[in-house]
T-cell receptor, first 115, second 110 residues
């Protein structure tokens, strides 16, 4: 029973390029959360999605960032025209139902480095 | 002031010592998570609790809802316990947004 799978583990991009981060939730989980961990800082909520719906994107930067969770396939966090300040670890978590008494399960993260 | 505060920020211990990490929060919550993060590694959920106390192996987590305080204890600490421990509050009222503390970096020396 595979856990939350994120890929790639490490991603290097030059300024101005696009970064695509993928997250496959645990089997049976339809709720996905994205978090960002800036260097030497704590984790911060970015966005919460359910299949084909964005439920809460209050933590997403207003520009360049978008997220989707299509009916088929993984959830994608997309960062356009990356800048140095986007360098961070991006974590995905999943849960089976909303606001449940079960913990969110985290992936191993994608470390994004911007040159 | 952060809505979730942890102390201490850094903690050093000798193998075998009893360790306590504290977490205080200022918001209404429906549950509190304790997470473990190894250097360069992923995040593992240790506990999710909304009242009382939970135990798993050498780890114990407690929460006092009235005082808005939780503690994570590690008994008979071991070098492999070295990691960053993070508490995260799940807000009340139909939200799934976790609010994270800044973490406690624990190093256990043999």
């Amino acid at each position: 029973n595979a856990g939350v799978m994120q890929n790639p583990r490490h991603l290097v991009r030059r300024r101005g390029q696009e970064a695509r981060l993928r997250c496959s939730p645990m089997k049976g989980h339809s709720h996905v959360y994205w978090y960002r961990q800036l260097p030497e800082e704590g984790l911060k909520f970015m966005v919460y999605l359910q299949k084909e719906n964005i439920i809460d994107e209050s933590g997403m930067p207003k520009e360049r960032f978008s997220a989707e969770f299509p009916k088929e396939g993984p959830s994608i966090l997309r960062i356009q025209q990356v800048v140095r300040g986007d360098s961070a670890a991006y974590f995905c978590a999943s849960s089976p139902v909303r606001n449940s008494n079960q913990p969110q399960h985290f992936g191993d993260g994608t470390r994004l480095s911007i040159l | 002031k952060n809505e979730v505060e942890q102390s201490p920020q850094n903690l050093t211990a000798q193998e075998g010592e009893f360790i306590t990490i504290n977490c205080s929060y200022s918001v209404g919550i429906s549950a509190l998570h304790w997470l473990q993060q190894h250097p360069g590694g992923g995040i593992v959920s240790l506990f999710m609790l909304s009242s009382g106390k939970k135990k798993h192996g050498r780890l114990i987590a407690t929460i006092n809802i009235q005082e808005k305080h939780s503690s994570l204890h590690i008994t008979a600490s071991h070098p492999r316990d070295s990691a960053v421990y993070i508490c995260a509050a799940l807000r009340q009222y139909n939200t799934d947004k976790l609010i994270f503390g800044t973490g406690t970096r624990l190093q256990v020396f043999p």
